[in-house]
C-alpha cells in the first residue's frame, strides 16, 4: 500500500494563487513566532473574523511570552471570554511558562520542541515553525484535509490517524523549502475560501481545478469522507439570576468537566416552573422580594446541548452570601472588567445588565 498522497502538482498554482489572493490577518502582518501561536490557538474553535477582536485585545494586555506567563488565571480567562473552549487559554498559560523556564521566553525553533509544550499538537507545531521560522514542517488541519481528499478523489476516513500523518508525510515531500509558511497557509485558506465546506466548493475559482480529480469525477460534495456525527446529548436546565443590593450571584464550576473553574449563574436541573423556583428557595430558607422570568436560552457544546429557562430572583438586603454558600456577589463593574462568564449564560446576561 502506498504510504504517500500525490500531491506534486499542485505545489506551484498554489502559492501563485496565494501571492494574490491572500487575506490582510493581523498576525499575517507580524508573524512572530508568538503571535502565530496565539493566532492558531485562537482559532482552532472561532471563526476568522470573530478572533480578529480578540487577538488584537489580548495583545494590548498580554504582547509576549513572558506577559503571558505572569497573568492571574482570572484575567487571563476574562481575556478569553466569549471564545469559549478555556483550556486552550490554560494552555497556553501553562505553555507559556515553560518556555519562560525552559527558553527564556522564546518559542523554540524546532518542530519536536513545540510539540512538547501543553496545547500543541502537529497541526500548531508545524504552523508556528513554518510561518514563524520558515522550517519545513505540515500543518494538516480540516481545511488541508478537505482539500487534499477532493483533489485526489480519495475516500480515505480523514478522522483516522493513519490518514493524517499520511498527508503530513506527503506535505513534507513537496512544501517548498523557501516558504513553507506561504504553502501551509496557502492549503489553510484554499479550503477557507474557495474549497469550502457543507456546500458545494467554489470550483470555478480554484487554482487547481484543472488537477482537482474530485471535480473532475463529480465527488466534490461527497468528500471528504468521514464518521457521522453522534448526536448531542439534551439537557434542561434552570438558570437562577440572583440579585441583591446591584450584585449578582456567582457561582465556581468544579475544576474539572465541562467549563471547568468558570464563574456561572446557580442553575438546577430540569425546567423548573415558578412554583417549582419559589419551593426550592423556601426549602433553602431563601425569601424573594421578586421573582420573574427571562427569556429562554440555548447553548451547544460539542457533545451536549443545553436548553435553559431562567429566572430573576430578587433577595432583600438582609440577606447575606452567608445564606448562599460558595457564590460571591459581583455587581455590574465586576461582571463586566473581572468575571469570566461563558458564552453559554451570555443571553442571560445580557438581559440584567
Known amino acids: 500500500m502506498n504510504d504517500m498522497y500525490e500531491l506534486g502538482a499542485l505545489t506551484e498554482p498554489l502559492c501563485l494563487w496565494y501571492e494574490k489572493n491572500k487575506r ?31 487577538y488584537e485585545r489580548f495583545l494590548r494586555r ?42 527564556g521566553g522564546e518559542l523554540p525553533a ?70 513553507p509558511g506561504d504553502f501551509n497557509q496557502a492549503l489553510m485558506e484554499l479550503g477557507e475560501v474557495i474549497c469550502i465546506p457543507g456546500g458545494m466548493p467554489l470550483c470555478e475559482q480554484c487554482p487547481l481545478a484543472g488537477d482537482c480529480q474530485g471535480r473532475l469525477h463529480g465527488r466534490q460534495r461527497e468528500l471528504p469522507v468521514k464518521p457521522e456525527k453522534k448526536n448531542r446529548r439534551l439537557e434542561k436546565r434552570t438558570i437562577l439570576v ?10 465556581q464550576r468544579p475544576e474539572k468537566g465541562l467549563l471547568a473553574g468558570m464563574w456561572e449563574f446557580p442553575s438546577l436541573e430540569g425546567h423548573l416552573s415558578l412554583s417549582g423556583v419559589k419551593t426550592y428557595l423556601e426549602k433553602n430558607h431563601l425569601e424573594a422580594k421578586d421573582i420573574y422570568p427571562l427569556e429562554k436560552g440555548k447553548h451547544v457544546f460539542s457533545h451536549v446541548e ?25 455587581d455590574r463593574k465586576e461582571l463586566q472588567s473581572r468575571y469570566a462568564i461563558p458564552v453559554a449564560f451570555h443571553s442571560f446576561l445580557k438581559q440584567i445588565l
Open 24 to 54: 490582510s490577518m493581523p498576525w499575517r502582518e507580524a508573524p512572530s513566532p508568538y503571535h502565530v501561536w496565539l493566532s492558531e490557538i485562537m482559532l482552532q474553535q472561532t471563526r476568522i473574523e470573530a478572533a480578529k477582536a480578540y
Open 62 to 103: 498580554l504582547p509576549d511570552v513572558k506577559a503571558l506567563a505572569g497573568v492571574p488565571e482570572e484575567e487571563l480567562l476574562k481575556l478569553w471570554e466569549g471564545l469559549g473552549y478555556y483550556n486552550r487559554a490554560r494552555n497556553l498559560q501553562k505553555a507559556a511558562r515553560l518556555v519562560v523556564e525552559r527558553y
Open 110 to 179: 524546532d518542530y519536536d520542541l513545540l510539540l512538547e509544550l501543553p496545547g500543541i499538537g502537529n497541526y500548531t507545531a508545524g504552523a508556528i515553525a513554518s510561518i514563524a521560522y520558515g522550517i519545513p514542517a505540515p500543518a494538516v488541519d480540516g481545511n488541508v484535509l478537505r482539500v487534499a481528499m477532493r483533489y485526489l478523489d480519495c475516500d480515505d476516513d480523514i478522522s483516522r490517524a493513519s490518514v493524517r500523518s499520511k498527508l503530513e508525510r506527503s506535505i513534507l515531500a513537496v512544501i517548498p523549502k523557501d516558504r
Open 242 to 251: 440572583f440579585l441583591r443590593d446591584n450584585a449578582v450571584a456567582l457561582g
Open 306 to 330: 443545553w436548553h435553559m429557562q431562567g429566572y430573576v430572583v430578587v433577595l432583600s438586603s438582609g440577606q447575606t452570601k452567608d445564606i448562599l454558600p460558595g457564590l460571591v456577589w459581583a
